[in-house]
């Protein structure tokens, strides 16, 4: 199917009654039906956030057997691995995704806060606002929900994710929030998925290229974020307000 027009007034738009209607609705369901009722709903107003990593592949697969038309969002930060800009190659054209959208920081934010491009070296929160929140937050304009690959066995703030959620005026989306660690390699295993090159070595979340490590068979796929500080997320699934008050903490 191709994206329909949102079946809401598009005057008005409660995030808060649209999370629980749609949760409602598919609180339950399988991740594809998830998709297909939230672009049922939401329409053109309905986006995917990817960040073409470890895992990217298996929410990119099922969103493509929904509709190849949904648009993709990719946060072109200036610090990303090589390999993962291919790998956002090489998917886009093995599902036939029709609308990736690499998004890129504001010069003007560059140029005033990270000249040298080696803020990440002293405040990683700096970092990821200018590098990834402000950009999603203004790509994200005129959409009313988003889709993302988070996922309740990640832990931390995620393990109570449920499958719609308000935040920020709009509906986050968590397709596989309910997936466990082996429903996500038994699906790339069964539908011979590619794997981010950098899986290989050692790499089981991967980010920016200087926050990002491998990690070891005992550690949990996170544990190479950010390694050895308090920091556990970027930021863009953060509230905004979140985001102004750990920046107002450095």
């Not at 935040?167 to 429903?183: F, T």
Request: charged residues 25%.
């Amino acid at each position: 199917m191709t994206a329909q027009a949102a079946l809401q007034d598009a005057g008005y738009f409660d995030a808060l009654s649209a999370a629980d209607l749609l949760d409602s609705r598919y609180g339950a369901s399988s991740p594809a039906q998830v998709i297909d009722g939230a672009l049922k709903y939401f329409g053109r107003r309905f986006a995917l956030v990817s960040s073409f990593g470890a895992e990217s592949a298996v929410l990119l697969h099922i969103a493509a057997s929904v509709s190849k038309d949904i648009p993709v969002l990719f946060l072109d930060t200036g610090k990303l691995f090589g390999e993962t800009k291919r790998f956002r190659d090489q998917l886009t054209a093995d599902l036939g995704l029709k609308d990736v959208r690499s998004i890129s920081p504001d010069q003007n934010d560059l140029s005033s806060s990270d000249p040298k491009g080696a803020l990440w070296t002293t405040d990683t929160n700096k970092c990821c606002f200018i590098r990834k929140v402000k950009p999603l937050e203004h790509v994200l304009y005129g959409f009313e929900g988003w889709a993302s690959g988070r996922k309740r066995f990640q832990g931390g703030v995620r393990s109570l994710l449920s499958h719609f959620e308000a935040a920020d005026g709009r509906v986050k989306v968590n397709p596989l929030a309910l997936w466990s660690k082996a429903d996500v390699q038994d699906y790339i295993s069964d539908h011979n998925l590619p794997r981010h090159p950098l899986v290989a070595e050692g790499f089981a979340s991967i980010g920016c290229m200087p926050c990002t490590d491998r990690v070891t068979d005992t550690e949990d796929d996170r544990s190479g974020r950010w390694r050895g500080q308090s920091k556990t997320e970027c930021g863009i699934h953060l509230s905004f307000a979140e985001n102004t008050r750990v920046l107002a903490k450095n």
